[in-house]
Nanobody, 126 residues
Framework: QVQLVESGGGSVQAGGSLRLSCVGS????????MGWFRQAPGKEREGVAL???????RHADSVKGRFTISKDSAKNTLYLQMNSLKPEDTAMYYC????????????????????WGQGTQVTVSS
């Protein structure tokens, strides 16, 4: 059973920074497509950033240039560095993993991600 555990969320003012971490079972970081998704109250879950088994990354247009996804397979950890935070970034952030690396390269939908963390709340005030 794979468990993913996020941490690093919190409350910051607009313009601030946070770094989210997601720790889990080791093999998924080197073999799986992994990503960060977020869901704000009353809104659908959306993809934020993805990284495939080769380390190729994609970032949603809404966060491009501000957020950076990375991973350290030796530490079994996925990261999301978030800079220049805006109030509209307020949401619950989840990390997820999928066996199909094609998901990382071709789509932003969350269907197909089989492992999910419990989420960490990010609140950005103006």
């Amino acid at each position: 059973q794979v468990q993913l555990v996020e941490s690093g969320g919190g409350s910051v003012q607009a313009g601030g920074s946070l770094r989210l971490s997601c720790v889990g079972s080791g093999y998924i970081y080197s073999r799986y497509c992994m990503g960060w998704f977020r869901q704000a109250p009353g809104k659908e879950r959306e993809g934020v950033a993805l990284i495939d088994s080769d380390g190729i990354t994609r970032h949603a247009d809404s966060v491009k240039g501000r957020f950076t996804i990375s991973k350290d397979s030796a530490k079994n950890t996925l990261y999301l560095q978030m800079n220049s935070l805006k109030p509209e970034d307020t949401a619950m952030y989840y990390c997820a993993a999928a066996r199909d690396n094609g998901l990382c390269r071709s789509t932003w939908i969350s269907t197909g991600y089989i492992y999910w963390g419990q989420g960490t709340q990010v609140t950005v005030s103006s």
